[in-house]
């Protein structure tokens, strides 16, 4: 069991940075790719980013590549999404996720065995 509490959102203007942070209970975290994904109001829920268990590989929508960082902790058992060069369209609920798979499938949340709760991320322009 995985357990996923998410941090970090909040209101901010475009063009500015947030950092989300996604802290992971249980000692088998590093067994587990991590992914971020987000919800708009009204809309489905998309795919962000993905990161392997190591680290070494990652994944990223179009939408957010260039302007958006995966990386993980496992020794403080977080990952977190650096995210920078905010737009009025990034607003969303993001929520982390944890999946014991790798490779393209990691885009889809049907993939995904835990999710967290989500935090707010609002856009303003």
């Known amino acids: 069991q995985v357990q996923l509490v998410e941090s970090g959102g909040g209101v901010v203007q475009a063009g500015g940075s947030l950092r989300l942070s996604c802290a992971a209970s249980?000692?088998?975290?590093?067994?587990?790719?991590m992914g971020w994904f987000r919800q708009a109001p009204g809309k489905e829920r998309e795919f962000v980013a993905a990161?392997?268990?190591?680290?070494?590989?990652?994944y990223y929508a179009d939408s957010v590549k260039g302007r958006f960082t995966i990386s993980r902790d496992n020794g403080k058992n977080t990952v977190y999404l650096q995210m920078n060069s905010l737009k009025p369209e990034d607003t969303a609920v993001y929520s982390c996720?944890?999946?014991?798979?790798?490779?393209?499938?990691?885009?889809?949340?049907?993939?995904?065995?835990?999710w967290g709760q989500g935090t707010q991320v609002t856009v303003s322009s």
């Open positions: 990161i392997t268990w190591t680290g070494g590989s990652t």
């Open positions: 996720a944890a999946t014991g798979k790798w490779g393209a499938r990691v885009r889809l949340g049907a993939e995904y065995d835990y």
């Open positions: 249980g000692r088998t975290f590093a067994a587990y790719s």
